[in-house]
């Protein structure tokens, strides 16, 4: 198995159980609007289910192996049938979106979500230490494209499925169908045998992380935990802040520029951004403090949401939409890596805590946008302007977070004695 094959089979699962499980609802809620199935805070609350379910898989993942001891199995997790069942889960759970039962969308929603957090901590984990025993965990950056190739993809058949008229449930056909295919694509590539030997699990690992300074332990444990608070807390900002954009995209741009020709072009643009931005991260200089990198790529992002208020024009959205989607899977790679810099003697859990905070921002979004559409009086351009400023300025505040830790705690460059 080659190690292209294999990052390029990552790429594919993380563009069905982000691009698709998770993100196709974005382009389809135009849709789903214009045939009346949905109101746009009916449609805010199906968003916020399939977050909540991204939330709940990010915790059943992060405290599996405790489960599986309590239930007595002995067994570790398979990881890679792990993926295979949730791609599948995935093209079922979006086929069945695509049923006239309006009761149902919110469970499978919530599935949808269980799902995606599965297969993304899964595939991910399991493509690196396969990346990393044949030597090649440069790829990562490959694999990590595979949100933005989702996006990209299922926004611009999204936008062709509203030019030609289509139903929201032939849009989630298409889109259950292309998932089936992607899964096929990569069924051979997870297998159990070609997982990689014990040894090179921690080699993967590591390829993951910034490079540790040689700082005693002592240090870790003294200062850990006020650096993991603050890093939990500003990484969790990160999922409260993109999210509002992220999920009403199409619908904010319709909303400020109505008639526009590239209306359903800015939402493809986001996932280009993703895709450059994940290729670019691996070329980025190891010793460089991931903080200042979180601080800046957190700047990026509010001033992406920001042009899209001051400035609500075809460009304005054109460029705000590439300036968010540019941090967007480099921001859960630096967490990363700090969480392993901070604890590395302890990082799973610590990943798994930030990775709930930033769940648990995200699920927080819809509710807010919701929450001014009913305080507003039901104007939806003065509602997401409320809420995009407010996401932003919550960016700014994680930025400043992220500075003054870097201040407060620096890290040692690798290689310097203690």
């Known amino acids: ?190 297998r159990r045998e070609q997982e990689a030997p014990l040894q090179h699990a921690a080699a993967a690992t590591a390829a993951m992380a910034a490079p540790s300074p040689s700082a005693p332990a002592a240090r870790h444990e003294a200062h850990g935990k006020a650096e993991v608070g603050v890093l939990a807390m500003a990484y969790g900002i990160s999922g409260f802040g993109y999210i509002v954009t992220a999920t009403f995209l199409p619908v904010i741009a319709r909303a400020a520029i109505p008639g526009s020709p590239l209306i359903d072009l800015f939402w493809p643009i986001f996932g280009g951004g993703v895709v450059c931005g994940a290729l670019l991260s691996a070329r980025l200089n190891a010793a460089i403090d991931r903080r200042r990198l979180l601080a800046g790529a957190y700047v990026l992002q509010a001033a992406g949401i920001g042009l899209g208020v001051a400035w609500p024009t075809q460009a304005g959205f054109a460029i705000g939409s590439l300036l968010l989607g540019f941090p967007f899977t480099t921001l859960t790679l630096f967490a990363l890596q700090e969480a392993r810099r901070i604890r590395p003697h302890n990082a799973t859990p610590t990943m798994g805590l930030i990775t709930t905070l930033w769940a648990l921002g995200q699920s927080l979004g819809p509710p807010m946008v919701s929450g001014l559409l009913r305080l507003s009086g039901g104007d939806v351009h003065a509602a997401f302007q409320r809420a995009l400023l407010v996401a932003a300025t919550a960016l700014l505040v994680g930025a400043a977070m992220f500075v003054a830790s870097a201040r407060t705690w620096p890290a040692r460059p690798p290689g310097r004695a203690a």
Request: proline fraction near 6%; hydrophobic fraction near 60%.
């Open 1 to 190: 198995m080659t190690p292209l094959r294999i990052a390029l089979a990552g790429l594919a699962a993380l563009a069905v159980a982000m691009g698709i499980g998770r993100f196709a609802f974005t382009p389809i809620m135009p849709m789903m609007l214009h045939d009346g199935v949905v109101d746009l805070q009916h449609a805010s609350w199906l968003a916020s289910t399939n977050y909540l379910g991204y939330l709940v898989g990010a915790l059943l993942c992060t405290f599996d192996p405790w489960l599986r001891r309590a239930l007595g199995l002995r067994k570790p997790a398979d990881g890679p049938a792990i993926v295979r069942r949730g791609l599948v889960a995935t093209a079922l759970l979006t086929l069945a979106m695509a049923l006239p039962w309006p009761w149902t969308w919110p469970t499978l929603r919530f599935a949808a979500g269980v799902v995606s957090a599965y297969v993304l901590l899964q595939s991910s984990g399991w493509c690196l230490a396969q990346l990393a025993a044949r030597g090649k965990p440069s790829l990562a950056g490959v694999m990590f494209a595979g949100p933005g190739v989702g996006i990209v993809g299922s926004g611009l058949l999204g936008g062709a499925m509203v030019a030609w008229q289509w139903r929201a449930s032939a849009a989630w056909i298409v889109f259950g169908l292309l998932a089936a295919l992607l899964t096929a694509a990569v069924w051979q590539v997870f």
